[in-house]
């Protein structure tokens, strides 16, 4: 098999996933309260017009001097719209075209979300999400990156001196790492950083010296008043950075940043990721650290490596090109993985040091008074992102290992 | 005249219970000898014992309170709890014996101190102050204690229902193979894709709204905690079995079972899942570990699962003690704030000893069950 007929076979897989993911949603949105639904999918009901199924008398369009409650026309508007009163299939019909063009409703008028972010009232979700993707998409290539960078050059250690001390070691960090849940870990290190470095009398940034430490420490941006060029009617930002949370043009912070030439922010904005990334990477690295290990085990035991020290090849040639060359085949399906499993702290670790993404805007949509479109919308979003990732790691693995196309 | 039943027995050659079960003991016996010598297993086993005494001893002890206590300062304008407990603010004059001192600026934050843990007194260890500004706060020991079972009973509840259907399915797909594996393996392709935490998080959040906000039963909202867990956990189990049943099922032993004209669902019920439940059993242990833990980072995350969110349960409690904690960094100068070690001490090594205890013992079990990772 080519190589484009292999991608084009693995393509074709995803499609009934997609199309599954989108159905499991429409069970959990069958789930939802109306109200909630018809304000996330038909946006803010309009001045005078709300979603209740019954009007008192005065109220709306009902007669003041009413015997009863009328029954509200714009409920039957939105459920007309929304094709509720119709049969199951054809919700379901609805819902997956709307999920499909990336109709995926609004952001409601009075969630946490709304709270948080004024500028993101009544917008469509798909338009939120595209103002903190980017920011997500970073921490989680810098994650990635730490985790390769740690645990593939580990792994092999502990698979060369396997059951010495640097095995146990890795085999404790890695366990404590799956023990530590992220808000107690990302709690204990930032609480660590603040006593450490605030004790010795306020720690700032190189790059701004007001402030607290806690502020130096959070957020994924300074706050307003270490900017050069303040623009008084943007809170204080820059003009290219809006309210704090959305860069142009590209929306990438760092990428951003140094296309308006300010190479500090793009510096402090790396600085700021280091240790969420950090956390993320210690909780997930378990699993690249095991996988490389039994890997590069089993590799070390194959015939063509004994042929190699008979040969008379230094035992670190052997180790780094015979055996860690083929044991790299494992660990690149294990990045998709590790992917999907560090996916899942984003929420706490954006959460907890104030961060500008995806994962942040989803633990605030959660909270009560939940909003509907923002939930459904962080999660196919981040399931198309695990999807993606597992699509490329596949494609990558065909592309090393010609058995995986050819057989 | 009547033979006697056990010569009976030995003519036809049915082996006695003891023969039967004679490879099994063996086996275990083998499994607990390389078992034992493994120091970080026998430590996870040893922790593991510990924690569930203390299980045992919570559920014996009769408490006077079911869940864990909120507390109220006496000193305070109002006190809208009955349990209360006598405080006084740094630098004044006690009111009494048995009174806790609290910093002067935060009236409910009460450390715990070498007397107040040797000594019988309401909070060995400290409390646990949850909304900084209000005066209440909340007994970690109590709470450690109380939750102790709870945990426990909670993630054994989940996993092992979560592991019987996914070891059912899974078998059965294994099993059958054809339309039935082709379909139920693309279901579970799916419910994978969505990354687990985040699944668990959005179905609990669903299920909250069909919960009226309040009147409901604590039971109900357990029902729910389980039912939406569930949801999440057996595909991943159906994978795993049915990866182990298409080894098993071209096995010697299948085959005579099924020359000898055992039936199918006796073919998977007695052949096939006891000898694929192995992996079953340290994926069983490694996810006890996992379970409070999400239950916390639901928790913290704001997710109000509870009636009361004071659920005495690990997760609950480690997530309760750090959630308010960045506002409180952010509005107290590091130079003069009380930093409250206890909170982030106490709950935390409960939650990181049993999660610890139980993957290091979920590993030495691999290592002594799987001859190839033998050490």
Same mark, same amino acid.
């Given at each position: 098999?080519r190589?484009?007929t292999?991608?084009?076979?693995?393509?074709?897989?995803?499609?009934?996933?997609?199309?599954?993911?989108?159905?499991?949603?429409?069970?959990?949105?069958?789930?939802v309260?109306?109200?909630?639904?018809?304000?996330a999918?038909?946006?803010?009901?309009?001045?005078?017009?709300?979603?209740?199924?019954?009007?008192?008398?005065?109220?709306?369009?009902?007669?003041?001097?009413?015997?009863?409650?009328?029954s509200?026309?714009?409920y039957?508007?939105?459920?007309?719209?929304?094709?509720?009163?119709?049969g199951?299939?054809?919700?379901?019909?609805?819902?997956?075209?709307?999920?499909?063009?990336?109709?995926w409703?609004?952001?409601?008028?009075?969630?946490?979300?709304?709270?948080?972010?004024?500028?993101?009232?009544?917008?469509?979700?798909?338009?939120?999400?595209?103002w903190?993707?980017?920011?997500?998409l970073?921490?989680?290539?810098?994650?990635?990156a730490?985790?390769?960078a740690?645990?593939i050059?580990?792994?092999n250690?502990?698979?060369?001196?396997?059951?010495?001390?640097?095995d146990?070691?890795?085999?404790?960090?890695?366990?404590?790492?799956?023990?530590?849940?992220?808000?107690?870990?990302?709690?204990?290190?930032?609480?660590?950083?603040?006593?450490?470095l605030?004790?010795?009398?306020?720690?700032?940034?190189?790059?701004?010296?007001?402030?607290?430490?806690?502020?130096?420490?959070?957020?994924?941006?300074?706050?307003p008043?270490?900017?050069?060029?303040?623009?008084?009617?943007?809170?204080?930002?820059?003009?290219?950075l809006?309210?704090?949370y959305?860069?142009?043009?590209?929306?990438?912070?760092?990428?951003?940043?140094?296309?308006?030439?300010?190479?500090?922010?793009?510096?402090?904005?790396?600085?700021?990721?280091?240790?969420?990334a950090?956390?993320i990477?210690?909780?997930?690295?378990?699993?690249?650290?095991?996988?490389?290990?039994?890997?590069?085990?089993?590799?070390m035991?194959?015939?063509?490596?004994r042929t190699?020290?008979?040969?008379?090849?230094?035992?670190?040639?052997?180790?780094?090109?015979?055996?860690g060359?083929?044991s790299?085949?494992?660990?690149?399906t294990?990045?998709?993985?590790?992917?999907?499993?560090?996916?899942?702290?984003?929420?706490v670790?954006?959460l907890?040091?104030?961060?500008?993404?995806?994962g942040?805007?989803?633990?605030?949509?959660?909270i009560?008074?939940?909003?509907?479109?923002?939930?459904?919308?962080?999660?196919?979003?981040?399931?198309?992102?695990?999807?993606?990732?597992?699509?490329?790691?596949?494609?990558l693995y065909?592309?090393?290992d010609?058995r995986?196309?050819l057989? | 005249?009547s033979?006697p039943?056990?010569?009976?027995?030995?003519?036809?050659?049915? $082996?006695?219970?003891r023969?039967?079960?004679? @490879?099994? %003991?063996?086996?275990?016996?083998? +499994?607990?000898?390389? #078992?034992? !010598?493994?120091?970080?297993?026998?430590?996870?086993?040893?922790?593991?014992?510990?924690?569930?005494?203390?299980?045992?001893?919570a559920?014996?002890?009769?408490l006077?309170?079911?869940?864990?206590?909120?507390?109220?300062?006496?000193?305070?304008?109002?006190?809208p709890?009955?349990?209360?407990?006598?405080t006084?603010?740094?630098?004044?004059?006690?009111?009494?014996?048995?009174?806790y001192?609290?910093?002067?600026?935060?009236?409910?934050?009460?450390?715990?101190?070498?007397?107040?843990?040797?000594?019988?007194?309401?909070? $060995?260890?400290g409390?646990?102050?949850?909304? @900084?500004? %209000?005066?209440?706060?909340?007994? +970690?020991?109590?709470? #450690?204690l !109380?939750?102790?079972?709870w945990?426990?009973?909670?993630?054994?509840?989940?996993?092992?229902?979560?592991?019987?259907?996914g070891l059912?399915?899974?078998?059965?797909?294994?099993?059958?193979?054809?339309?039935?594996?082709?379909?139920?393996?693309?279901?579970v392709?799916?419910?994978?894709?969505?990354?687990?935490?985040?699944?668990?998080?959005?179905?609990?959040?669903?299920?909250?709204?069909l919960l009226?906000?309040?009147?409901?039963?604590?039971?109900s909202?357990?029902?729910?905690?389980?039912?939406?867990?569930?949801?999440?956990?057996?595909?991943?189990?159906?994978?795993?079995?049915?990866?182990?049943?298409?080894?098993?099922?071209?096995?010697k032993?299948?085959?005579?079972?099924?020359?000898?004209?055992a039936g199918?669902?006796?073919?998977?019920?007695?052949?096939?899942?006891?000898?694929?439940?192995?992996?079953v059993?340290?994926q069983?242990?490694?996810?006890?570990?996992?379970?409070?833990?999400i239950?916390?980072?639901?928790?913290?995350?704001?997710?109000r699962?509870?009636?009361?969110?004071?659920l005495p349960?690990?997760?609950?409690?480690?997530a309760?003690?750090?959630?308010?904690?960045?506002?409180?960094?952010?509005?107290?100068?590091?130079a003069?704030c009380?930093i409250?070690?206890?909170?982030?001490?106490f709950?935390?090594?409960?939650?990181?000893?049993?999660?610890?205890?139980?993957?290091f013992?979920?590993?030495?079990?691999?290592?002594?069950l799987?001859?190839?990772?033998?050490?």
């Amino acid at each position: 098999m080519r190589m484009w007929t292999y991608v084009v076979r693995r393509l074709l897989l995803i499609i009934p996933i997609i199309l599954g993911v989108m159905t499991i949603t429409f069970v959990l949105v069958s789930a939802v309260p109306l109200t909630e639904r018809f304000t996330a999918y038909l946006g803010v009901p309009p001045r005078g017009q709300s979603y209740a199924k019954t009007l008192a008398p005065g109220q709306g369009v009902c007669p003041a001097n009413a015997t009863q409650n009328c029954s509200n026309p714009y409920y039957h508007y939105a459920l007309n719209k929304l094709g509720l009163n119709q049969g199951v299939w054809v919700q379901w019909g609805l819902w997956m075209y709307n999920s499909l063009t990336f109709n995926w409703g609004h952001v409601g008028n009075q969630s946490a979300v709304t709270y948080t972010y004024p500028e993101a009232k009544a917008q469509a979700v798909t338009t939120v999400l595209g103002w903190f993707l980017p920011y997500t998409l970073e921490l989680a290539a810098l994650s990635l990156a730490i985790i390769m960078a740690i645990g593939i050059p580990l792994g092999n250690l502990s698979a060369v001196y396997r059951n010495r001390p640097v095995d146990q070691a890795s085999r404790v960090m890695s366990f404590s790492g799956f023990a530590l849940p992220t808000f107690l870990l990302g709690s204990l290190v930032l609480a660590a950083v603040l006593i450490g470095l605030g004790s010795i009398n306020g720690y700032h940034s190189f790059f701004c010296s007001t402030g607290t430490t806690f502020q130096d420490f959070t957020g994924s941006w300074p706050q307003p008043y270490c900017y050069a060029a303040p623009d008084p009617s943007n809170f204080g930002y820059p003009s290219w950075l809006t309210a704090g949370y959305i860069s142009h043009p590209t929306g990438f912070p760092t990428v951003d940043a140094l296309i308006h030439g300010q190479w500090w922010l793009a510096f402090d904005t790396v600085l700021r990721m280091i240790l969420p990334a950090l956390i993320i990477a210690y909780g997930t690295i378990a699993l690249l650290l095991r996988f490389v290990r039994n890997s590069m085990l089993e590799v070390m035991n194959l015939d063509f490596v004994r042929t190699a020290r008979a040969k008379g090849v230094p035992e670190r040639t052997v180790v780094r090109r015979h055996a860690g060359r083929n044991s790299l085949n494992v660990t690149v399906t294990v990045l998709g993985l590790t992917f999907a499993s560090f996916v899942g702290g984003f929420p706490v670790i954006e959460l907890l040091f104030n961060l500008h993404g995806v994962g942040q805007l989803l633990a605030y949509s959660v909270i009560t008074p939940i909003d509907i479109g923002l939930v459904f919308g962080t999660t196919l979003l981040f399931t198309f992102l695990v999807v993606g990732a597992n699509l490329i790691v596949d494609v990558l693995y065909a592309y090393l290992d010609p058995r995986v196309r050819l057989g | 005249m009547s033979t006697p039943p056990d010569v009976y027995e030995s003519s036809t050659g049915a $082996p006695s219970f003891r023969q039967r079960m004679a @490879p099994r %003991i063996a086996q275990t016996k083998r +499994t607990w000898y390389f #078992l034992r !010598r493994n120091g970080l297993a026998m430590a996870g086993l040893i922790i593991l014992i510990l924690i569930a005494a203390v299980a045992v001893y919570a559920l014996t002890t009769p408490l006077s309170y079911e869940y864990m206590t909120e507390y109220c300062a006496t000193n305070g304008a109002s006190c809208p709890f009955p349990p209360s407990v006598c405080t006084y603010p740094q630098g004044t004059v006690p009111p009494g014996p048995g009174c806790y001192e609290t910093p002067a600026n935060f009236p409910s934050v009460i450390a715990p101190t070498w007397a107040s843990f040797t000594q019988p007194g309401p909070l $060995p260890l400290g409390s646990l102050t949850v909304d @900084p500004p %209000i005066q209440y706060f909340y007994n +970690t020991y109590d709470g #450690l204690l !109380r939750g102790s079972d709870w945990s426990l009973l909670i993630s054994l509840t989940i996993v092992g229902a979560g592991a019987t259907i996914g070891l059912f399915l899974g078998a059965v797909s294994g099993y059958m193979g054809g339309v039935v594996d082709e379909g139920l393996m693309r279901l579970v392709d799916i419910f994978l894709s969505i990354p687990q935490l985040l699944f668990v998080i959005v179905v609990v959040t669903v299920l909250i709204t069909l919960l009226p906000s309040s009147g409901t039963d604590f039971a109900s909202h357990i029902y729910l905690l389980i039912g939406g867990f569930l949801v999440t956990w057996w595909p991943f189990y159906a994978r795993l079995v049915r990866g182990q049943v298409l080894v098993v099922r071209e096995q010697k032993y299948v085959e005579a079972a099924r020359a000898s004209g055992a039936g199918r669902g006796r073919i998977i019920l007695r052949h096939i899942v006891p000898n694929s439940v192995y992996p079953v059993f340290i994926q069983m242990s490694l996810d006890v570990g996992t379970i409070p833990i999400i239950i916390g980072t639901i928790v913290f995350l704001g997710i109000r699962i509870f009636p009361s969110t004071y659920l005495p349960e690990w997760g609950t409690i480690a997530a309760l003690s750090v959630a308010d904690l960045s506002a409180f960094w952010d509005s107290c100068q590091i130079a003069t704030c009380v930093i409250p070690w206890w909170q982030l001490l106490f709950p935390g090594l409960a939650l990181f000893l049993f999660a610890i205890s139980v993957n290091f013992l979920a590993d030495g079990l691999r290592d002594a069950l799987d001859p190839r990772l033998r050490r």
